[in-house]
């Protein structure tokens, strides 16, 4: 490496769980959606992507890798791009090479890139809002952008607009051919409803057969349900939640999301062909989450579900350790998954006296192995700098420390 310097930066960045959904762009190439939508970034803690980001003269391209393997991809190509122009743009407003700004030859070395997920990457998990989040946010420390970076994101993926603040989110649909307007807010901080919840009901962690992006293009193309969701539905549904949200009127939030996640899923099926991205599992859990919120004659509990069978559920504090201990009662580990952890993140304490009623469902089946483990969260304050450079994910040659060939 001689006497060149490796310029790093590693970053961690949340996975987010929309409760308005984004499903449909009127702008493939800059990710533009057809409406606004609304989530809840998680705590990096539990469910997080971690990139590290380097530049050096001796770096003979831009290189990317991702989970140990060398990736090509064009929507990384996007997003470094206008990085750089920011970069760039940024320089020549202000011209030193102080501390706070970058060598100006800095702008033309490659990158190096590497990344990795701590869950199962592309199974519904939101995996590519937190990597592209991560990247975005990474990007932006190392070659010092400063303002608003969901859009960087958002040409990675629409949905990793979100995942660049904690809290809850909305991410504007904006109206420029551009795409200027069409970034992410804050609406408000982890801190305003700490007694919100999330719990993940991992179903599978196989990657999924429709990928966000073509089933989205599909349904576009197809589902009149889709345009008159657009039309009348999502405007209402949206300022409903923000209000609940800002209210803490968590029967309100629960009511809407899960109508919300059943009208996005009704879409999938009213797309031709006809995507299903729910099983008997995440039907199971809907009849389960119903059941609950009947016998407390409240919503106590709301799901929600990406393009996967996986399930995000809402809850306020009070009510997970109960329904920990009902999903897995209902749902107990197989005799495979003996030994591992079933109840991932925070910590779950067991209940002895449940009702029988609760125990006793008639709808609800008893499917040992269906859900494989349970990750116990809550909403996060968003994207970090990592500190301690052993977690850099790149040595001191700019290569991947886990460098595994791809075939
Ligand atoms: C169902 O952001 O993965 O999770 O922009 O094509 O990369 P692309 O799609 P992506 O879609 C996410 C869809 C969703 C709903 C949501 O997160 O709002």
């Known amino acids: 490496m001689g006497d060149f310097k490796i310029h790093s930066v590693t970053c961690k960045a949340p996975v987010n769980i929309a409760v308005i959904k984004y499903w449909g762009k009127r702008d493939t190439k800059l990710i533009l959606p057809l409406n606004s939508s609304v989530s809840f970034t998680l705590c990096t803690e539990h469910l997080c992507a971690t990139t590290t980001a380097a530049v050096s003269p001796t770096f003979k391209q831009d290189q990317i890798w991702l989970n140990g393997e060398k990736i090509e991809n064009s929507r990384l190509s996007a997003c470094l791009k206008e990085i750089r122009r920011r970069a760039r743009k940024r320089k020549s407003v202000s011209d030193n090479d102080t501390d706070d700004n970058i060598p100006s030859e800095m702008l033309n070395w490659n990158v190096h890139i590497c990344s990795k997920n701590n869950f199962p990457t592309a199974a519904g998990l939101a995996s590519s809002a937190a990597g592209y989040a991560c990247l975005a946010y990474c990007l932006a420390k190392l070659f010092k952008v400063e303002g608003n970076i969901s859009d960087i994101a958002r040409l990675g993926s629409g949905s990793a607009s979100r995942s660049v603040f904690g809290g809850a989110v909305q991410w504007d649909m904006g109206w420029?051919?551009?795409?200027?307007?069409?970034?992410?807010?804050?609406?408000?901080?982890h801190t305003h409803w700490p007694e919100l919840k999330v719990l993940i009901l991992v179903v599978t962690d196989q990657q999924k057969k429709v990928s966000s992006?073509?089933?989205?293009?599909?349904?576009?193309?197809?589902?009149?349900?889709?345009?008159?969701?657009?039309?009348h539905c999502v405007a209402s549904r949206l300022d409903a939640v923000v209000n609940a949200i800002g209210n803490k009127d968590f029967e309100t939030l629960a009511v809407n999301t899960m109508k919300e996640s059943n009208q996005f899923h009704a879409v999938c099926l009213d797309t031709y062909p006809p995507i299903s991205y729910l099983n008997d599992t995440s039907h199971t859990i809907q009849n389960l989450v119903h059941s609950f919120n009947k016998y407390?004659?409240?919503?106590?509990?709301?799901?929600?579900?990406?393009a996967g069978p996986n399930a995000t559920l809402y809850m306020l504090e009070e009510s997970v350790d109960l329904f920990i201990n009902i999903v897995q009662h209902y749902f107990p580990p197989s005799l495979s998954q003996i030994g591992e952890p079933f109840v991932r993140g925070l910590p779950v304490n067991l209940i002895d006296n449940?009702?029988?009623?609760?125990?006793n469902l008639k709808s609800i089946q008893t499917t040992p192995g269906a859900i494989k483990y349970i990750i116990n969260t809550?909403?996060?304050?968003?994207?970090?700098?990592?500190?301690?450079?052993?977690?850099?994910?790149l040595g001191e040659d700019g290569l991947p420390k886990q460098y595994k060939e791809s075939s």
């Not at 992006?213 to 039309?231: A, C, H, N, P, W």
């Not at 449940?354 to 125990?359: A, G, H, M, P, Y």
């Open 176 to 189: 420029d051919s551009s795409g200027s307007d069409s970034i992410a807010r804050q609406l408000y901080p």
């Open 213 to 231: 992006f073509s089933g989205m293009q599909g349904s576009v193309e197809t589902s009149e349900l889709l345009q008159y969701r657009i039309k």
């Open 378 to 393: 809550a909403v996060g304050s968003g994207p970090e700098v990592v500190m301690d450079p052993s977690e850099s994910l």
């Open 296 to 306: 407390h004659q409240c919503a106590k509990v709301a799901y929600t579900f990406d």
């Open 354 to 359: 449940i009702d029988e009623n609760l125990l």
